[in-house]
């Protein structure tokens, strides 16, 4: 069955570094998505991306964030210079073949931030 | 008032027993609604898509009431496995696919013990 991977599973990283979270949707995926959700709380939208450009971001995705399809595999988050609140599980996930009506998640990137 | 909102729990029930979640959500526009089931540290992963008419996978049943803006799930005959977080989900893109956004609730904890 196929599915989205995500690498690295575990990022710690110093604050003010800057950090790229990669993922490799599901072949064949138009529509892409990241996620994330703070240790303890509710699965948080951050953006979703289709035809090489974002189609909507939340207030969370401010300019610190960025989101990229460099080639046809990879879809990557960059957070440019890392908060304490930025500590969390980061979600990717895919959809978009016909006659699907899901989202697939990745396994997630848990980033902390020291 | 929150966008969707469940009962966190936790639920504690006895293998067999049947058990039921509600939820509510806020925007009536929202088009799909989803119950996820997220286990400890893991991506949410779909249990099943909920129609107007109501709808059964094996143990599990979900009804969606669009004039009350109410979902619910009820599992039948609990097994060990079924213990997780499940999640209550909506999506509010138009065309009813889940390209859109999903907006996730804070999710009930659900324990089946022996």
């Known amino acids: 069955e196929p599915e989205v991977t995500q690498t690295p599973s575990h990022q710690v990283t110093q604050m003010g570094q800057e950090v790229i979270l990669r993922c490799v949707p599901i072949s064949n995926h138009l529509y892409f998505y990241w996620y994330r959700q703070i240790l303890g709380q509710k699965v948080e939208f951050l953006v979703s991306?289709?035809?090489?450009?974002?189609?909507?971001k939340s207030e969370i995705f401010d300019d610190q964030f960025s989101v990229e399809r460099p080639d046809g595999s990879n879809f990557t988050l960059k957070i440019r210079s890392t908060k304490l609140e930025d500590s969390a599980m980061y979600f990717c996930?895919?959809?978009?073949?016909?006659?699907?009506?899901?989202?697939?998640f990745g396994p997630g990137t848990r980033l902390t931030v020291l | 008032r929150k966008e969707v909102e469940q009962d966190p729990g936790p639920f504690n029930v006895p293998e067999g027993a049947t058990v039921a979640f509600n939820c509510t959500y806020s925007n009536s526009a929202s088009q799909s609604f989803f119950w996820y089931r997220q286990d400890c540290r893991k991506e949410p992963k779909l249990l099943m898509s909920?129609?107007?008419s109501g709808n059964e996978d094996g143990r599990f049943t979900a009804q969606l009431n669009r004039a009350s803006q109410y979902i619910s799930l009820l599992i039948r005959d609990s097994k060990l496995s079924d213990s997780a977080t499940y999640l209550c989900?909506?999506?509010?893109?138009?065309?009813?696919?889940?390209?859109?956004?999903?907006?996730f609730g804070q999710g009930t904890i659900l324990t089946v013990h022996p």
């Open positions: 909920v129609y107007s």
């Open positions: 989900v909506v999506s509010g893109n138009a065309g009813g696919t889940s390209y859109g956004k999903l907006t």
């Open positions: 991306f289709y035809n090489n450009e974002i189609s909507e």
């Open positions: 996930a895919s959809a978009g073949q016909v006659g699907e009506d899901t989202q697939y």
